[in-house]
């Protein structure tokens, strides 16, 4: 559910508004009644790292120095 609230009134009460974009609230601001941004909670990192998860996949063939032909595109 969106919430829409006027400018003067975000500005009054941003921190409160911010807590609730934080919690997942998308936040509807509107000027003259008009809707003008929205606040809404980013979004949240949902892989995280895991060390040697392509254990076995890269061979010794990625280590080896590229030929010259492909190295002269990247100069």
């Not at 909670?41 to 254990?55: F, I, N, S």
Request: proline content about 7%.
């Amino acid at each position: 559910m969106t919430i829409v609230v006027n400018v003067h009134e975000a500005k009054t009460h941003f921190s409160r508004l911010l807590e609730q974009a934080h919690s997942g609230q998308e936040i509807l601001l509107a000027k003259a009644g008009k809707p003008y941004a929205r606040l809404m909670p980013l979004e949240r990192d949902t892989a995280k790292r895991q060390p040697g998860r392509l254990q076995g996949r890269v061979t010794e063939a990625f280590f080896e120095p590229l030929p010259e032909d492909d190295l002269d595109v990247w100069d």
